[in-house]
């Protein structure tokens, strides 16, 4: 059952569209430095005579690394645990100047929107129902506002290609140049 203003009336809070989107992306991203880290650490397990075959054990934790910490971030968020927000702020602010500018887009963004009062307010971990009805309209004015929702979107898939365009030419090197013989 709902509420006039759209939100569950039920005892937990809400779940706007903006923190299901980065636990979502945080899950996307979790899986893909997954999928390369274990991949990474299965071909550089390979015999020596593969090249640099320690660089690619050494990435592939880390991306493995990288990849849990994505994994356990999304799930903090879903659950909208307050160290979800922490982390997921952390972690903004260390993809500003990595992923230039991109990244510094989609990081200004999200920065933007977990910092609002009421999105802190949704992840200061109180029971739903103990907030004042001016603490939930609070709630409902910062944590739903769906410009912002979209613009990480749009910016994210974007970024997105990109980077899967890039990795795609690393992996395969003769697919986007000419021909080698």
């Given at each position: 059952?709902?509420?006039?203003?759209?939100?569950?009336?039920?005892?937990?809070?809400?779940?706007?569209?903006?923190?299901t989107?980065?636990?979502?992306?945080?899950?996307?991203?979790?899986?893909?430095?997954?999928?390369?880290?274990?991949?990474l650490?299965f071909?550089?397990?390979m015999?020596?005579?593969?090249?640099?075959?320690?660089?690619?054990?050494?990435?592939?934790?880390?991306?493995?690394?990288?990849?849990?910490?994505?994994?356990?971030?999304?799930?903090?968020?879903?659950?909208?645990?307050?160290?979800?927000?922490?982390?997921?702020?952390?972690?903004?602010?260390?993809?500003?100047?990595?992923?230039?500018?991109?990244?510094?887009?989609v990081?200004?963004?999200?920065?933007?929107?977990?910092?609002?009062?009421?999105?802190?307010?949704?992840?200061?971990?109180?029971?739903?129902?103990?907030?004042?009805?001016?603490?939930?309209?609070?709630?409902?004015?910062?944590?739903?506002?769906?410009?912002?929702?979209?613009?990480?979107?749009?910016?994210?898939?974007?970024?997105?290609?990109?980077l899967?365009?890039?990795?795609?030419?690393?992996?395969?090197?003769?697919?986007?140049?000419?021909?080698?013989?």
């Open positions: 059952m709902s509420t006039a203003a759209g939100t569950p009336s039920s005892a937990t809070a809400p779940r706007p569209a903006g923190v989107l980065l636990a979502a992306l945080n899950g996307v991203v979790a899986a893909i430095h997954l999928v390369l880290g274990v991949l650490l071909f550089g397990a015999p020596p005579n593969v090249d640099d075959h320690r660089v690619a054990m050494i990435a592939g934790a880390l991306l493995a690394g990288a990849g849990l910490f994505h994994l356990a971030n999304g799930i903090l968020l879903w659950r909208l645990r307050p160290s979800g927000r922490l982390l997921e702020i952390i972690q903004s602010a260390a993809v500003w100047l990595w992923v230039f500018p991109v990244g510094t887009i990081s200004a963004f999200v920065l933007y929107y977990l910092t609002r009062p009421g999105v802190k307010l949704l992840f200061s971990g109180q029971p739903w129902p103990s907030l004042t009805p001016e603490a939930r309209q609070l709630v409902e004015r910062d944590a739903y506002q769906s410009a912002i929702v979209v613009v990480i979107g749009i910016v994210t898939a974007v970024a997105a290609l990109f899967l365009g890039l990795a795609a030419s690393l992996v395969f090197p003769g697919l986007f140049g000419p021909a080698r013989m």
